[in-house]
């Protein structure tokens, strides 16, 4: 089906996994913007362009299932496949009839110079470079995003790590961080359109400025974005453990435009299962690390992933992850069952968990992370916090305070996109309600 409109053909994304990803799509759009005309996935489009995700096994089949059904119901469509599952398996992707292109993690930046158009392929072309050659950022700056009070800005993209579950580094390639005069100008672009809060994100972000001139550090990038006018709020997505150095810590207690949120990975409270996953601490650094943040950091929201079900943990070691993130209290939860990953060692560990015993384990991490959201949430019962309005729907609004509550309150829809006072009038099953003041 031809959904040209004067000659321009049209294109519509759809990305699938992390925010990091939504980024890249973001990127994509604006550089295909130009010469193509950009819909949603609802409308039909001559194009389409789905943004995968590879990090389980769960997510490769959602992968697949999404390229499947957009075929489907558009069977005349250009399909192009890109992002980390494309990285990882394009000849599984190829397999598939109906899809016309499959670009790795580095082509997708140069994505205009290979869609020709968008005229169909007898069978799936594959453009998919060994990223262990992606040696520099070369992601193009965004100018908008799909959010309109919240902008993420991707600075760093690839890890070094190499956890012994994660598949990651072998889709994203070596840690390589984006200038900071590209990152500022960006942000200030982003800023001068009106977006009040912008969300620093990447692979592994703490590690930005290793790769580059200078002996520049994350904590200084925090100090040069903050002083940017027109810009409320600065909120830092997921930081390794080792990579909250002191100095990191200081800033964001001292810079009043930082969020005080943290989102700190722990993925198990056991110190065995923690070296079994080539984690670079053990849970005395981890909890060390909690309180220094805590005690410098009044109100601050720290929340977390935790992985059930990895090779050998048995009920003992599930037991001290349970016990261990009851008492970090954390503010929330992300509960993520092992997926091994062929390619990474915790694919070929033996003692299995099984499925059953996983989604057990997860049900028991996940209502207590309910509890503790609440727990943290009461806390702020009766208090005064300043909440950025997002949306509204019917007569209420809702938006998040800086230590990352979702609050619903009456007031008037020119509150959008503004930094408003709400007094937090009641906490229910999860459900956050407050009072303009």
């Known amino acids: 089906m031809n959904r040209e409109i004067c000659g321009v053909r049209s294109v519509a994304f759809h990305t699938l996994g992390c925010k990091v990803n939504q980024y890249d799509t973001q990127a994509m759009m604006e550089a295909l913007a130009k010469d193509y005309r950009i819909v949603s996935s609802e409308e039909g489009a001559d194009i389409y362009i789905i943004n995968t995700c590879t990090v389980t096994g769960r997510a490769d089949q959602k992968s697949r299932q999404y390229i499947r059904s957009i075929i489907r119901k558009n069977p005349e469509a250009f399909v192009a496949v890109t992002g980390c599952y494309a990285q990882r398996k394009p000849f599984e992707i190829a397999k598939i009839r109906g899809v016309d292109l499959i670009l790795g993690n580095q082509e997708k930046n140069r994505i205009s110079s290979f869609l020709n158009g968008g005229g ?16 520099r950022y070369d992601i193009p700056n965004v100018t908008s995003h799909q959010f309109h009070s919240r902008a993420f800005v991707k600075i760093q993209d ?14 994203r390639g070596k840690e390589r961080s984006q200038p900071l005069p590209d990152i500022l100008e960006e942000i200030k672009g982003l800023a001068g359109k009106g977006f009040k809060e912008i969300v620093l994100t990447g692979i592994r972000l703490g590690s930005w400025g290793e ?27 997921s930081l390794e453990p080792r990579d909250l150095s002191e100095e990191l810590i200081d800033r964001i207690a001292s810079l009043p435009r930082v969020c005080p949120h943290l989102h700190i990975p722990l993925q198990s409270g056991d110190d065995k299962i923690l070296k ?26 720290i929340t977390t992933d935790v992985m059930v079900g990895f090779p050998g943990e048995g ?13 970090m209290k954390f503010s929330k939860m992300h509960i993520f069952r092992f997926s091994p990953r062929p390619g990474t060692p915790a694919a070929r560990f033996k003692e299995k968990v099984g499925e059953r015993e996983k989604k057990k384990r997860s049900e028991k991490l996940l209502a207590l992370s309910s509890r503790m959201q609440e727990e943290f949430n009461i806390s702020f019962l009766g208090e005064t916090l300043e909440v950025l309005v997002e949306k509204r729907r019917n007569d209420y609004l809702t938006g998040l305070t800086g230590n990352y509550i979702r609050v619903t309150f009456n007031g008037p829809g020119k509150l959008v996109n503004k930094i408003v006072r709400v007094k937090i009038t009641r906490i229910e099953k999860g459900y956050v309600t407050g009072k303009l003041i």
């Open 120 to 135: 169909k392929n007898s069978g799936s072309l594959v453009f998919v470079e060994d990223i262990d050659f992606a040696l």
């Open 276 to 301: 079994a996953m080539n984690r670079p601490y053990d849970t005395f650094y981890y909890q060390d690390l909690i309180k220094r943040i805590r005690e410098k950091i009044g109100g601050i929201a």
């Open 211 to 237: 790769d580059l001139d200078g002996n520049i550090t994350c904590a200084m990038l925090l100090e040069k974005v903050s002083e940017i006018e027109d810009l409320a709020r600065i909120r830092l997505s």
């Open 158 to 171: 690839g890890c070094g790590n190499f956890c012994s579950y994660c598949i990651i580094p072998y889709v």
């Open 315 to 327: 009920e003992g070691e599930f037991e001290n992850t349970y016990n261990f993130v009851r008492k």
